[in-house]
């Protein structure tokens, strides 16, 4: 008897081993993450959203830094990551908590352009030389 019984649990551990590799491979081919599945456990709804944002105006690593201490700040982020390169956030949150207007405003209020939402002029004074666009830079 015990040796059906270990056999019967062994049977079952493979099977869900199975079952999550599978599930875990729907996943990746589907290019969601587990950060976008987020529910809601009361509703049972999906609360976790995930935007890419333009950054037109962006300069650097430093734009790069800033961009992503004030997004942080907002509450309902889940993950931000700006690629300098792309001129472009990805950012994950919660959609019951905050917004694409709201990360557009917190991104304009640091001083750069998110999607075509201008950024605050004073801010964008404030803003290091290396951030501003080469027009506007002081040592060209």
Do not use: F, R
């Not at 993450?33 to 300069?59: A, F, R």
């Not at 790069?64 to 949150?93: P, Q």
């Amino acid at each position: 008897m015990l040796i059906i019984l270990t056999v019967s649990v062994a049977g079952c551990g493979k099977k869900e081993s199975n079952d999550v590799t599978e599930n875990k491979m729907k996943t990746e081919s589907s290019g969601e993450t587990n950060e976008m599945k987020k529910t809601d456990n009361m509703s049972g709804k999906n609360t976790s959203d995930h935007i890419m944002v333009s950054l037109p105006t962006m300069q650097c690593s430093t734009c790069k830094k800033n961009i992503e201490t004030a997004v942080k700040k907002l509450d309902g982020i889940e993950s931000i990551n700006v690629v300098v390169k792309e001129k472009t956030a990805h950012i994950n949150y919660d959609k019951s908590k905050t917004d694409l207007t709201k990360i557009e405003s917190v991104i304009t209020a640091a001083g750069y352009d998110a999607n075509d939402k201008k950024a605050d002029p004073e801010a964008y004074k404030e803003l290091d030389d290396c951030c501003k666009l080469p027009k506007d830079q002081k040592g060209k």
